[in-house]
């Protein structure tokens, strides 16, 4: 890391190190209430409004090995969360058998600012959260299935919110690992006027497990918040910077695998990797009838990547570099409220989301060695979008309740392209979103839920606007702004308030154009409508005051439901199986253990089910003592060092001397080899 790095972080972090005793809050008693969850919350009975909901708390993240941050979305049960390139790349997400690329058809938050990214370079929904440090997360709100009004763009499968701490604990941790691991992490909260003043730094340095690179990861993130009361509410303002740089070990052809010319662990290019920024500002205010937020987003990236080696060009190669560089602007109004009508109680939620992206480039280039050969395609885009929403839960009986929301979305879209001026231009486009449920509380320890919802996600705008290839400028046909889904849930839940707690859903979701993850461009792209349903379970038991066991299973069938002509009807990349259990010992004692395994099943890689990936197990686990104000932490990933792949994908590429046409192979990325870290925290 560099010198500065470690002065910039050490000097903001001194301002507010200092023990302060406890204190009251000083909201009065009409604020709404503030409820930190510090692990899972499991007894939703009476708040849910589906069974595929729930609230994750800092508690229990702490308590899991991460490898890398996104990792964190693998609290959300039947959540996936792979990487087929470098450290510093947003990661792959699997959920209800979408490939979700790295954010398509999953929307996220972080304290309202929205982190997938619309008409992105690599992907749309491009979803990265590298720029989040997992000590400060309070608590992860969870959805899957478009049932929330609240809930917009990308929202199909699901979203997911974060809250992050108004206050913390002060501490410094060291973790050192395996591979050139090495991370630094300061936090800490001190009393400032009214309020509270949290500042926070982590610097993370990695090389990998590669044979033919090292991924000189250098991260950087900072974090500074304010919160105090204000108006019978409670006002924070934050501000984060990310910035970070790697070089990427990508997925590389079984072929040279397997002939010896090539370690499963090797790079066929090595000057791969990338470049990226993030700085925000945002505020929240909140009282117990409105919630206001607003923020701003600058954010980078340059990405160089090279998946089919010398496919279209046998001379220079095709490695290609995508660029973003685009500012956010944008906040939400919402008005809470609760009346009765006749006999019954009605809760309601009105609420206003607007979002502007100002892209002042979004290209394509042809690279070789990162120097540029020649442009591709360039853009400008503006995007601007208004979200209207309203959701009502009406308490019909003391235990029937029906959930009620309505939305409407506009999205305006302007692309001025710097090769083509047939591919410049404008379009909007509008959708209105109906969303329903009930409710029954059958017993004390019983609840049943039924939900119906429709949902959408927008496609790149530079797709709405194009009218002639970038490459060939023949023709093409646009594709729609906005694509619409329906699906519907029936689900239960138990919770015995003593031992053991579950929940099932059986789920239908249909598409009318399935955003479709292409392995040799790197990219999404529409393609044909499709269908899924499945089964999801989750339980969480405890054995004793100490030891707790969790499983959590997903099953799922995927297809596409528009014939296409020499395709087949099987969805690439789908995900039919996800298992997942956690064994955690935690007592009133210094120490704490805990195992996470990790299994998917065989997912289909082409339309026809002919290629097929292998399945994919992992297990990691963690032990913890603590000693005064002191924590030892060993870290043991990939514990029985599985040799399966992160991802897999099967498409044409070719090496020097094959044919022109290339070899159509399966491409992997294999999972990080057995790795052990420690940490050493101490809090004062």
Known sequence: MKIYQYSILFSVL???LVPTEGRADPLSAHVMEQIIIKGRQTDLLGQASSASEGVVGNAEISDRPLLRTGEVLEFIPGMVVTQHSGSGKANQYFLR???????TDFSTFIDGMPVNMRSHGHGQGYTDLSFIMPELIS????????????????????????????????????????????????KGSAKQG???LLLAGEMQQYDGPW????????????????SQPLASGQLSVTLMAYDNSWQAADQIPGRVVSSGELDRLGSLDTTVGGESRRYSLSTNWYSDAWQLSAYIIESDM???????????DPINGDQFEQVDKRWIYGGQLSHHWHQRLGQFEVEHNLGVQLRYDDISEVGLYNTRARQRLNTVRSDEVQQGSVGLFSQSDIQLSADWTAHLGLRYDYVDVSVDSALTTANSGGASDAIWSLKAGLSYQISANWHAYINAGQGFHSNDARGVTTAADPLTLEPVDPVDLLVRSEGAELGLRFFDYTAFNASVALWYLQMDSELLYVGDAGNNEPSRASRRFGVELAAYYWLGNNWSLDAELA???????????????????????????????????AWQTSLRLR???????????????????VLNAGYQYNWQQWTFGLELLNLLDSNDNDIDYFYASRLPGEPAEGVEDRHSHPIEPRTVRAKVTYRF
Not at 147 to 157: K, R
Not at 302 to 312: G, V
Not at 602 to 615: I, V, W, Y
């Open 14 to 16: 001194s301002v507010c």
């Open 97 to 103: 058998g979408f490939n979700l690329d790295h954010g």
């Open 139 to 186: 608590q992860i709100d969870y959805q899957k299935g478009a049932y929330h009004a609240d809930s917009g763009d990308f929202s199909a499968a699901g979203s997911a919110r974060f809250s992050l701490q108004n206050r913390t604990t002060n501490e410094i941790s060291i973790g050192l690992g395996q591979d050139n691991y090495q991370r630094l992490l300061a």
């Open 194 to 196: 009214q309020g509270d």
């Open 211 to 226: 044979t033919d690179i090292n991924e000189n990861v250098e991260k950087l993130n900072l974090l500074a918040r304010y």
């Open 302 to 312: 340059d990405l160089w990547s090279n998946f089919t080696y010398f496919l279209e």
């Open 555 to 589: 099953v799922t069938r995927s297809r596409f439901t528009e014939p296409e002509a020499d395709e087949g009807n099987y969805i690439d990349g789908s995900l039919p199986f996800v298992a997942s259990m956690g064994l955690i010992y935690k007592a009133d004692s």
């Open 599 to 617: 299994h998917f099943g065989k997912r289909t890689l082409d339309s026809f089910n002919e290629q097929r990936s292998a399945s994919t197990t």
